[in-house]
């Protein structure tokens, strides 16, 4: 017996609309800036997006990570992740018995101009793990906000560096 466990949480940047969706997509940072929870990404498959009109990098991506959860164990996790929308992903990351759904979207506010990142989790577990729910979600929201930090960092960076007429290259897609 199962049950769904959904968390939202939405944070504000100050950085550009594009900057900021281009990061969303970026997986090559991922076990470098996020080190406290990732330790090695592996690119599988991607299926590269080659048409110009289209503001994505890709259409989708399986890889293979090893998570840290709780900060010691250390975990292989198998994820795909698929660009369905301008400014959406869907990304869907399983192991042990737990699967993990996240629905992450690259929003602009015209009334405050703000760009604003819109994550969803939905953790599907077993009904054991009920009474811990309350502690689930508040280790995802710590966990979304400590990335949301750390990418800050790296958006200003991109920012800083496109408006010197730099961008930057992505090696994984190269793969």
């Known amino acids: 017996m199962f049950f769904n466990l959904h968390v939202n949480c939405k944070q504000y940047t100050k950085f550009p ?21 990732n330790f090695k990404i592996n690119f599988e498959e991607i299926e590269l997006n080659k048409n110009p ?25 198998n994820g795909k992740r698929e660009i369905i929308n301008d400014y959406e992903i869907i990304q869907n990351e399983k192991f042990f018995f737990f699967n993990v759904n996240l629905n992450s979207k690259t929003l602009f506010d015209e009334n405050k101009n703000q760009t604003i990142l819109d994550d969803t989790f939905t953790i599907k577990l077993p009904f054991i793990f009920f009474p811990f729910k309350k502690i689930f979600e508040i280790a995802i929201i710590k966990h979304i906000k400590s990335q949301f930090l750390e990418d800050e960092v790296y958006r200003k960076r991109i920012h800083e560096l496109r408006s010197r007429g730099i961008h930057k290259k992505y090696i994984f897609l190269a793969k």
Do not use: G
């Open 17 to 37: 609309h594009q900057d900021s969706w281009e990061i969303a997509q970026d997986m090559e940072h991922i076990d470098y800036l996020h080190k406290k929870t």
């Open 53 to 77: 009109n289209i503001n994505r990098m890709y259409n989708k991506i399986k890889y293979n990570v090893i998570r840290k959860i709780f900060f010691f164990f250390k975990v292989k996790v």
